[in-house]
């Protein structure tokens, strides 16, 4: 049969009514979610949303967004100024990427883990991206030593990711409430704790308006790096969001991964035509571990960090093995 006359895919909905934009702004967040075939939990549904979707390719689009706005309403970032912010690479994308859209320099301080495919990202939109220590808050310390000079305060505003209550309220806002009308009864949702932002917002809103629903974190274990992953018993810097989440007891657990543990899983991913880095192969696996570990059943969201593609010379050296 002719190609052109062939009967479309029951998946395909050609009657669809089309999302059209009025700005890239308009489409951050609204990600969609797959479903983890798996076999280990039967009573588990795995959903994956999949935040790799997003403009900029991560999560921090949410937040990057929300540090802008807050920066400017309360007049600290005007135009003519550079927006100043350390990143282990994803966050740093981000603002290169909406610091053009908006028509602001930019500059990041990332960290050893920052990858090529990052640093080409950050680059091509613009920004100047040096290298500072192997830890997020060591680029921090070097940014705000930055504003204590007159330089820096006229030339820069320094967003601070990791300690800008703009960053968690982005997820209170918009990540918490997605989740919650896509599963209305989620029995448990786990994200990567990273800069604890993204976690705690999320957490936070979970608490209030469906305090039956398990919060899971992941994070590296000791001796492991994977981006956007943090590594605490290493040394990573435990933010104010962290530390608001131990306090009030925002989250059930955590589960500690290996760098075997976050292929295996990305790998899995792959097969299932759904592109992350290890960060998302790590929280796939300790979603499982926890579930388990808590006798969890019903539908169950993992929330991917990033897209695949800002981690291809690492995914690479893996398939090569």
């Known amino acids: 049969m002719d190609l052109l006359t062939k009967q479309p895919s029951s998946n395909f909905k050609s009657d669809e009514k089309p999302r059209i934009y009025q700005s ?3 489409s951050i967040g609204n990600t969609p979610y797959f479903l983890f075939q ?3 939990l039967p009573n588990v549904n795995l959903y994956i949303k999949h935040e790799g979707l997003n403009p900029s390719g991560s999560i921090k689009d949410r937040a990057a967004t929300y540090n802008i706005k807050a920066a400017e309403e ?6 003519g100024k550079t927006i100043l912010d350390a990143s282990s690479g994803n966050m740093a994308c981000a603002l290169a990427y909406y610091g053009r859209q908006l028509g602001y320099k930019v500059e990041v301080i990332c960290n050893t883990k920052l990858t090529e495919d990052k640093k080409n990202f950050i680059e091509y939109f613009g920004a100047t ?7 997020t808050v060591e680029g921090n310390r070097r940014c705000a030593e930055i504003m204590k000079t007159k330089e820096g305060q006229e030339k820069y505003c320094f967003l601070d990711q990791l300690h800008n209550w703009a960053n968690p309220k982005a997820s209170y806002e918009t990540l918490g409430p997605e989740i919650l009308k896509a599963f209305p009864k989620v029995a448990a949702v786990i994200g990567s704790m990273g800069s604890g932002g993204s976690m705690l917002g999320t957490s936070t809103f979970l608490r209030e308006q469906s305090p039956n629903t398990k919060i899971f974190t992941s994070q590296a274990a000791a001796g492991t790096k ?3 992953t943090g590594g605490f018993d290493d040394g990573d810097y435990i933010t104010p969001f962290i530390q608001k989440m131990m306090d009030t ?5 955590t589960e500690k991964v290996h760098q075997h543990e976050a292929e295996e899983k990305t790998i899995q991913l792959a097969d299932q035509g ?3 880095g290890f960060q998302g192969g790590g929280v796939v696996h300790a979603a499982l571990a926890c579930c388990k570990r808590h006798n969890i059943e019903g539908d ?4 991917m960090g990033d897209s695949g593609w800002k981690n291809m010379e690492k995914l690479q050296k893996l398939i090569k093995k």
Do not use: S
């Not at 309360?74 to 135009?79: A, S």
């Open 74 to 79: 309360n007049g600290d970032l005007v135009k």
């Open 300 to 303: 169950v969201v993992a929330i």
């Open 274 to 276: 759904i592109f992350v």
């Open 249 to 253: 007891g925002l989250y059930h657990d």
């Open 226 to 228: 994977i981006p956007g």
């Open 38 to 40: 798996q076999e280990e």
């Open 24 to 26: 890239i702004m308009d």
């Open 129 to 135: 991206c040096t290298v500072h220590g192997d830890i």
